[in-house]
């Protein structure tokens, strides 16, 4: 059975930072892309960041570019979400994703359809 557990999520002021962890059992994610999706108050789930395996040029929504990081460890069969300068407008649940094969790049968001592997997500808001 295939899971991906979430931590790292929070109550944090504007301009703090957090990073986010995905801890992933059940599958070896060499080869598989992850991803990290997120879905504010009111708002449809979109897709944060992505990466390969091996990794290549990362996918950053327009928004976050600058702030965030996405890394990966197949070692330790975990993938992070490097937050910085966080914003009110990031307040969301954020989601791990991963996916055997998918196609990621710079220039194009991640497709959530293309993902069968997800986390639960982790709250993260942004408030002072």
């Known amino acids: 059975q295939v899971q991906l557990v979430e931590s790292g999520g929070g109550l944090v002021q504007p301009g703090k930072a957090l990073t986010l962890t995905c801890v992933v059992s059940g599958v070896n994610l060499h080869r598989h892309t992850v991803a990290w999706f997120r879905q504010g108050p009111g708002k449809e789930r979109e897709g944060v960041s992505c990466i390969t395996d091996p990794p290549s040029s990362p996918y950053y929504k327009d928004s976050v570019k600058g702030r965030f990081t996405i890394f990966r460890d197949n070692g330790e069969n975990a993938m992070y979400l490097q937050m910085g300068n966080l914003k009110v407008d990031d307040t969301a649940v954020y989601y791990c994703?991963?996916?055997?094969?998918?196609?990621?790049?710079?220039?194009?968001?991640?497709?959530?359809?293309?993902?069968?592997?997800w986390g639960q997500g982790t709250q993260v808001t942004v408030s002072s």
């Open positions: 994703a991963a996916a055997l094969r998918v196609f990621c790049n710079a220039d194009d968001p991640p497709n959530q359809g293309d993902f069968p592997h």
